[in-house]
């Protein structure tokens, strides 16, 4: 698993910086699992986008009530099964349903830490797999770590550290705005647009 000192960092946070921060990685990678239900027609992108969007409620509105235990049986659903026919995407499709649900698991335990640290982590992770398909050779973590797109990675996720980092209270308006700020820019973390 690809580590780096801004999951330290991110743990040093209030819970609901780190669900925020979380949120908006899965944001980051929905453009993934929603190309993959394009690809293969299937209409699970909805089900995915009604889950995260019950997240961003979690954090906009302090007293939403939402059964996050239902809402993990949902997304347990509708996680793609590899075949031998099955596209690529399908892997970055598995790993946003991966990283989404560490969310859910973090409303549902008390080892936020670890769940913040895993969505980092599966978000690099799904890029250095990428990069080691299309060169078609296997890399250690080291070199996985070296890669311009994981460092990439890895500088979006200080930025947005830091953009939470500084709103030690409750703010609202950075959570519209960084939520909003990535679901106008449709890239996934791989470079998937999901266009209108």
């Not at 925020?20 to 929603?34: Q, T």
């Not at 991966?98 to 969505?119: F, K, M, P, T």
């Not at 078609?136 to 070199?143: F, M, R, S």
Request: hydrophobic share 45%.
């Amino acid at each position: 698993m690809i580590k780096n000192p801004v999951q330290l960092r991110v743990a040093k946070l209030a819970e609901w910086q780190q669900r925020l921060f979380m949120a908006c990685l899965c944001e980051r990678m929905y453009p993934n699992f929603a190309f993959y239900c394009q690809q293969v027609n299937s209409d699970n992108m909805q089900a995915y986008r009604k889950i995260l969007d019950l997240v961003w409620e979690s954090l906009l509105v302090k007293e939403a009530k939402i059964n996050f235990d239902l809402q993990l049986e949902k997304l347990e659903a509708i996680i793609p099964i590899i075949t031998e026919e099955s596209p690529y995407l399908i892997y970055p499709a598995i790993d946003a349903c991966e990283a989404l649900g560490e969310v859910l698991h973090s409303y549902l335990s008390n080892d936020i830490d670890e769940h913040s640290a895993q969505v980092s982590s599966i978000s690099a992770m799904t890029i250095a797999e990428m990069i080691m398909t299309q060169q078609n050779k296997l890399l250690t973590i080291d070199e996985q770590m070296q890669l311009a797109e994981v460092i990439e990675e890895f500088d979006l996720q200080w930025e947005i550290f830091r953009t939470i980092r500084d709103e030690s209270e409750y703010n609202r308006d950075i959570i519209k705005g960084l939520r909003d700020d990535i679901k106008d820019a449709k890239v996934s973390n791989i470079g998937v647009f999901l266009g209108n």
